[in-house]
């Protein structure tokens, strides 16, 4: 019996040691910078704007995914590795760049009517090429055919629509000499260190030479190289926010000391949002996905961000899917940034242009449940999302799917009553409501013809307990 007590008591032992080590936090001097979440006007304004557009667009637009007769699937910006394409062949194209159907004001319009609010492009990807002229390189637009800064014309024209820029930028760079995956040799080091420099001095220039500029969307930092020089990110961002105070910046930028990515090595979220919802969402029941400013950023095909020329090699989303996206990070206090691939030549392919009018008419009547709305606190129901707008004792019923029996559930909090109930589309004609348990409710629409995602305002009345009323009367 006491062997058995005495090993009992060693298991407790151990098991004790375990979970204090694995609770045990990390010294960390390379993650977050800020408190979070950050509550100055700057990112207040980035909640509020919700709906963004993303822009691909490079030297990959003018082979659009097809190289020598053969089309590969994979993302079209990824051709010279999918297709093996040498360096400088891949880099011959900037010869060939001469967007000559580009409108800025065009595709600034176009954007503002599909209803966003902000947008990203890509000043730099993968590839190494710059839309800026840029001081520190020759490989940039000002040494393709076009010459003009087509990044300056860009800001120009969304800054004037009232859409808040942002710039994309890739640290991982195929054309720059100095770019290694993996830092194994003195040299490798050295070669580094001068690229370190390199991006350091173009991302200055970029926020000075372009002060309209709100935040930077960082890519392309996977690689150990880049994974193992926490020290220099951490200081590069804080460089950079001294020089352009209210910067944001995602959550791809750094990585620790330790080499953790988006969160520290203890769990704590670096950058001032997350960004590592890439072509997918949260399960639209998660509630901890609230408590952290986050961004899905989503592609219209499955897997193309820049422009391909053969969309029928994968599933192209519908507008009422896209508008779903939208809802779906709304009610979870996300963003949401919709990628658009233009052609070479500065024009967009039909498809998009369609699906940008689609979700702007939706927006028109509907963006007030999109815009400066948040996550609601209620349990999630079959019928669709709510949205709440901020302040307000209101909740935003996105219908996507209409029960048969016309009726649709709404469970309430303690204390919450439904005051009133009507049709966003319709708001003289009340709805009706009946309570079937204690804080849930069914709210009736039978005969709705709508075809479209539509929305049922919700009105509530907040009832006080005995206690506040007493406290309130002494």
């Not at 994309?168 to 830092?183: A, I, T």
């Not at 690689?223 to 001294?242: I, R, T, V």
């Not at 998660?286 to 422009?307: A, H, L, R, S």
């Amino acid at each position: 019996m006491k062997k058995i007590i005495s090993a009992c008591l060693i298991l407790i032992l151990v098991s004790t040691i375990t979970n204090a080590q694995t609770t045990t936090k990390k010294e960390v001097k390379y993650g977050q910078l800020n408190k979070l979440p950050r509550q100055d006007n700057a990112m207040k304004k980035w909640r509020q704007n919700r709906f963004g557009q993303f822009i691909h667009w490079g030297l990959y637009a003018i082979p659009g995914g097809i190289w020598e007769g053969k089309t590969y699937t994979y993302a079209a910006e990824f051709l010279k590795s999918s297709a093996k394409i040498p360096t400088a062949t891949w880099d011959s194209l900037q010869h060939k760049f001469n967007p000559k159907k580009f409108n800025a004001t065009k595709w600034a319009k176009m954007a503002k009517n599909m209803g966003v609010k902000y947008v990203t492009i890509t000043t730099k990807h993968h590839e190494g090429f710059c839309l800026w002229p840029s001081k520190y390189t020759d490989f940039d637009i000002e040494g393709s055919l076009y010459k003009k800064d087509l990044l300056g014309e860009f800001v120009d024209a969304y800054t004037k629509e009232g859409i808040d820029v942002n710039f994309y930028y890739s640290v991982l760079d195929w054309h720059h000499p100095d770019w290694r995956y993996k830092l194994e040799t003195k040299k490798d080091q050295e070669a580094f260190q001068k690229l370190m420099k390199y991006t350091e001095n173009q991302l200055i220039e970029l926020i000075e030479r372009y002060p309209a500029v709100k935040g930077l969307w960082f890519d392309g930092t996977w690689d150990q190289c880049w994974k193992d020089n926490g020290k220099f990110s951490y200081e590069l961002e804080k460089k950079l926010k001294e020089l352009s105070p209210g910067l944001i910046v995602n959550s791809r930028m750094r990585a620790d000391e330790y080499g953790s990515r988006h969160f520290d090595s203890n769990g704590v979220l670096m950058g001032d949002y997350e960004s590592g919802y890439e072509r997918r969402l949260p399960a639209p029941w998660d509630v901890n996905v609230t408590k952290n400013d986050w961004e899905c950023c989503m592609t219209i095909p499955e897997n193309q961000w820049g422009y391909h020329k053969d969309w029928t090699i994968s599933h192209v989303k519908t507008p009422d899917e896209l508008i779903e996206m939208l809802v779906q990070c709304t009610s979870q206090n996300g963003n949401f940034l919709l990628n658009f691939g233009p052609k070479g030549d500065g024009s967009f392919r039909s498809e998009e242009i369609f699906i940008s009018k689609e979700i702007g008419k939706w927006m028109t009547i509907n963006g007030r449940v999109i815009y400066d709305c948040e996550y609601a606190g209620l349990t999630k129901q079959s019928w669709g999302y709510y949205t709440k707008p901020k302040d307000k004792n209101k909740i935003n019923m996105v219908v996507f799917n209409k029960p048969i029996t016309g009726k649709y559930r709404v469970k309430l909090k303690k204390g919450q009553l439904i005051k009133k109930a009507y049709l966003l589309s319709n708001p003289d004609k009340l709805l009706q409501i009946q309570e079937i348990a204690k804080h849930d409710f069914f709210i009736t629409l039978k005969k709705n013809k709508e075809n479209k995602p539509f929305v049922i305002i919700v009105e509530l009345e907040i009832k006080k307990s005995n206690k506040i009323h007493q406290k309130a009367l002494i």
